[in-house]
């Protein structure tokens, strides 16, 4: 049975943590807890008090729309930077996953990619040979984690709405993990499908891309 004042209580705090998430560049996790702690203080909140990420993602969009028209321009300089990169990366397969593909992105955004190899140090001897720097983050050892994570910033050319820096995390998965379903898939009304999709090629990102300019 729904409950109206923990339903409410759970929308102020996806609203709350929408903002964060816009404004400050907080990470779903990290904003659901900061949210928690400015409504709850120490207070333990009540179980089942805390929004979910497709909460969160509704407030956002709305957060985004209301308040930041000026996104539609950074969106869209973000995904012509992740097909870039992705076209340098053709050999490891990658995809686009997180914000960049969903349409959440902001100035605060990274772009986040995933790759599947064979060996993760192809793509670190790869990089090394582009002459990039990067950090290398182990991956995770539970099934459908990356084997490892490679962190760096690129500093594109400016044009209308591309931030200075933008930050690229690259998760490098197993070759079979390719074969696995993509975990975050977006249920947001009136999405592109390949928005919905959770994971994009870079033929899908073009798609998408081009979609977008013909409505324009």
Do not use: C, W
């Amino acid at each position: 049975m729904s409950n109206p004042e923990r339903d409410d209580l759970r929308t102020e705090l996806a609203a709350a943590a929408a903002r964060l998430i816009a404004e400050d560049g907080l990470d779903y996790a990290a904003a659901k807890q900061k949210a928690a702690q400015l409504v709850f203080g120490d207070a333990v909140p009540a179980r089942g008090a805390l929004p979910d990420n497709a909460q969160v993602e509704v407030e956002l969009r709305r957060y985004l729309a209301t308040f930041l028209p000026q996104q539609g321009a950074v969106l869209a300089a973000l995904r012509q930077l992740a097909l870039q990169l992705m076209q340098r990366l053709d050999r490891f397969r990658p995809h686009v996953v997180g914000a960049v593909l969903n349409g959440t992105a902001t100035e605060h955004s990274d772009i986040h990619l995933q790759v599947f190899v064979d060996s993760a140090k192809d793509v670190e001897l790869f990089l090394l040979e582009q002459g990039v720097d990067y950090e290398v983050i182990d991956g995770g050892r539970k099934p459908g984690e990356p084997l490892e994570v490679l962190h760096l910033v690129v500093r594109p050319a400016r044009t209308r709405g591309m931030p200075a820096r933008v930050g690229v995390v690259i998760d490098v998965h197993d070759a079979d993990a390719i074969r696995v379903a993509p975990r975050f898939r977006s249920s947001a009304a009136d999405l592109h499908p390949v928005e919905a999709a959770g994971r994009a090629n870079a033929a899908m990102l073009g798609s998408l891309i081009a979609a977008r300019e013909a409505e324009a």
